[in-house]
């Protein structure tokens, strides 16, 4: 529990609240306090985020919103199954001098029945926040998640009693949810595939005509948000997957959830003038999966093309996603905008050390095979597993450390560990027992030998090009 009263809103990493299945994001407003005068010592809620979904009404401290760690530890949600009353604001003179209010009746206690009061303090549309959440609580979503369960549950009751299946209980073959439990390896199979038959159907009786997509568009969400939830999980895991099979099932579940999208992703009709903070954040959540795969760093285009495929028909700008990248700096989320020297913008993790990728580089470059010969920004994509042109921005910068040297011919780009550090400037031709200058000089010489030999084998004359 938050407070007494309350209970604790759970937050992701950049600060944006952790949805329940099947909720969707309806509208946000700023600079709000929440109040009650029917409980005693009630909790200072001031000035903060009031989030109204499709099952809770959620408030967000936004004093410091650097700090997330504080922002989770205040952050508290009111299910709207527990509002019983919604009251109608009333025009008069007193209210053109305050600020808009909206009250509405909670039962906090199964005996007790209170007054809470959102005061509105920012710039936001009271009114349209005001029908939003008449329509969310009429509606009464929730209602259909716990009917959807019962259905479930009462389906493993009924196979029970007439005999198909075994009774319920956690080593039966039927999870508590009515779900037939999988076993082995087959049982992971078969379940994959009963997925992919559910949602080839989901999908062709959708796109049958304009109203079927409408009307599957639930059930849509759903399927993403248990694709999200079970992605989420095989990743925090700490338990490495050893198989093969397993492997291709996690990164066959990152392709399904960059295809489905986003579950409830941030619009300008739902955030207001909080747009761009909360895209922000949301897009923060979002890349950590493509970071991951992508070593750590990933191109801005193709951060701006994954993001507006995952929201669907939700699109943002370049600009729009520009500046949420930039707000990154205000908060505390573990993503960064970084600009190089080319000119070249790249999302990275906070994590992601240069020097490491500096290390690989170097003992690619110092490898005898290549001492003679160089790299190219191709060698060193496969080497550190990213894209070509993200692997010489990576070898530019190293060059710009003093690290590698460059060699620019008809046929491209070449790099070459820099070798002038270990030369001596008293004596050019001191060649050290010791360093990558002295094993280049093996490794050329050794080069020289073998040419010579081979042009002795073809022609017993001397070749002039290795005397």
Known sequence: M?????????????????????EIECSILSSVDLECDDIPNFPLLKSGLLILTTHRLLWLPDNNPSSSAAAAAAAVALPLSFVTHIFSTKKSVKTLFHSPRVRFQASLDPSKSV???AVMRGKGDTDAFLAKFWENWRARAWENDVQTQTQAQTAVGSSSVSGSGPASGSGG???????????GVSGILRKEQEMWESTDKSL???????NALMSKAKEMVILAEKMRQKLLSGSSSKSSATNDDEVGSKEEMQDWMLSVGIVSPVTKESAGALYHQQLSRQLADYVRIPLERAGGMINLIDVYCLFNRARGTELISPDDLLRACSLWEKFDVPVMLRKFDSGVMVIQNKSHSDEEVFARIKALVTNPD???TGISASDAAMTLGIAPGMAKEHLLTAESK???CRDISPDGFRFYVNLFPEI????VYLV????IYNTWVRVASASRILGWSECRIKDPKPCLGHI
Do not use: C, H, I, W
């Not at 073959?173 to 076993?183: I, K, L, P």
């Not at 001596?424 to 004596?427: E, G, I, N, P, R």
């Open 2 to 22: 938050a407070t007494s009263s309350l209970p604790k809103a759970d937050l992701t990493s950049s600060g944006r609240p952790v949805f329940l299945p099947n």
């Open 115 to 117: 007054v809470m009061t």
């Open 173 to 183: 073959f039927y999870t508590r949810e009515g779900a037939v439990r999988m076993v």
């Open 204 to 210: 062709q009786e959708a796109f049958q005509d304009l």
């Open 370 to 372: 290549t001492l003679r």
């Open 402 to 404: 003093g690290l590698l």
């Open 424 to 427: 001596s400037t008293d004596d």
């Open 432 to 435: 050290k027992d010791y360093g």
